[in-house]
């Protein structure tokens, strides 16, 4: 049973470009989420999906935007890079209900130059 | 404004000695809060949660954590620390299990042999 996937693993980019991320969540989950993890810092909620809609999110401008498949991947997409925008992006899959756990991927490693 | 404090940095434990990692929270509500660990290049792995009832949680790979309403703490411990557990710990809090967990900057674990 495969885990929560995600591509690619490391990406380089320049300021003003647009990236896109790629999860697969683990087999049986419905809901994704994502996550901006900054070098030396803990994980930041940026938003949830369910049912192909944002459920959540968190303080993050509009230029990071999401999308969820009916097969419940999801893309994570961000416009006009900043150079703050390198960071660790992790995906957490789970299943809709209060007390269901988050399983995280191994992330993407995204450097803007 | 919700929040998560890991006061320690960096913490040095010799393999087969005891290890504590504080954690204090700020959170209107009852909170759900959750221990994750981070191996370098990996994603998180849940270790354990508490939403409710017994403040005594037990988790994966001999770990536990003790939930204390009054002191606004829910610190991680194990009673023998093995090389294998170096790693980073991450704690965090949520109002549910489902998105915008909000995470510590996380302790970092070093075992000495």
């Known amino acids: 049973d495969a885990g929560v996937t995600q591509s690619p693993t490391h990406l380089i980019k320049t300021r003003g470009q647009q990236v896109t991320l790629r999860c697969s969540p683990k087999s049986g989950h419905d809901t994704v989420s994502w996550y901006q993890q900054a070098l030396g810092q803990g994980p930041q909620f940026i938003f949830q999906y369910y049912e192909e809609e944002e459920r959540q999110r968190g303080n993050f401008p509009d230029r990071f935007s999401g999308h969820q498949f009916p097969n419940y991947s999801s893309e994570l997409n961000v416009n006009a890079l900043l150079l703050g925008d390198s960071a660790l992006y992790l995906c957490?899959?789970?299943?809709?209900?209060?007390?269901?756990?988050?399983?995280f991927g191994p992330g993407t490693r995204l450097l803007v130059l | 404004a919700q929040s998560v404090t890991q006061p320690d940095i960096h913490i040095t434990v010799s393999e087969g000695a005891s290890l504590e990692l504080r954690c204090n929270y700020s959170?209107?509500?009852?909170?759900?809060l959750f221990w994750y660990v981070q191996s370098p290049g990996q994603g998180l792995q849940l270790l354990l949660k508490y939403f409710s009832g017994d403040t005594l949680v037990q988790g994966i790979k001999g770990f536990e954590a003790e939930f204390k309403r009054s002191q606004s703490s829910f610190n991680l411990r194990k009673p023998s620390v093995h090389w294998s557990d170096a790693a980073e710990y991450f704690c965090a809090v949520g109002e549910g299990s489902q998105g915008n967990l909000i995470f510590g900057k996380g302790t970092k674990l070093s075992v000495k042999p």
């Open positions: 957490a899959s789970s299943l809709i209900g209060i007390q269901e756990t988050q399983y």
């Open positions: 959170y209107g509500a009852t909170p759900y």
